[in-house]
Nanobody, 122 residues
Framework: QVQLVESGGGLVQPGGSLRLSCAAS????????MGWYRQAPGKQRELVAA???????NYADSVKGRFTISRDNAKNTVYLQMNSLKPEDTAIYYC????????????????WGQGTQVTVSS
């Protein structure tokens, strides 16, 4: 199994910045794509940003130019640098990864973290 633990959420004023981290652990064989999703109250979960194992990135239009996703493969960690935050960025942010475990190295499963709250408010 693969476990994901997010950190770095909190309360920030509009225009401020936060950096989220998500560390993967467990019986990891490979970590393929990693990403960040968010879910605001009363809304569906949506993709914020994703990054492949090779470093290719994809962003939601609403965060392009403000958020940057990166990963440290040696640390099995993905980051989300969030700048110029807006009240509409308020949500629970979830990390996920498509991974293969040592127990099932030929099968890819999607794993999710528990989420971290980001609140943008003055």
């Amino acid at each position: 199994q693969v476990q994901l633990v997010e950190s770095g959420g909190g309360l920030v004023q509009p225009g401020g910045s936060l950096r989220l981290s998500c560390a993967a652990s467990g019986s990891i064989f490979t970590l393929d794509a990693m990403g960040w999703y968010r879910q605001a109250p009363g809304k569906q979960r949506e993709l914020v940003a994703a990054i492949t194992s090779g470093g290719s990135t994809n962003y939601a239009d609403s965060v392009k130019g403000r958020f940057t996703i990166s990963r440290d493969n040696a640390k099995n960690t993905v980051y989300l640098q969030m700048n110029s935050l807006k009240p509409e960025d308020t949500a629970i942010y979830y990390c996920n990864t498509d991974a293969r475990s040592l127990r099932s190295p030929t099968m890819t499963f999607r794993y999710w973290g528990q989420g971290t709250q980001v609140t943008v408010s003055s």
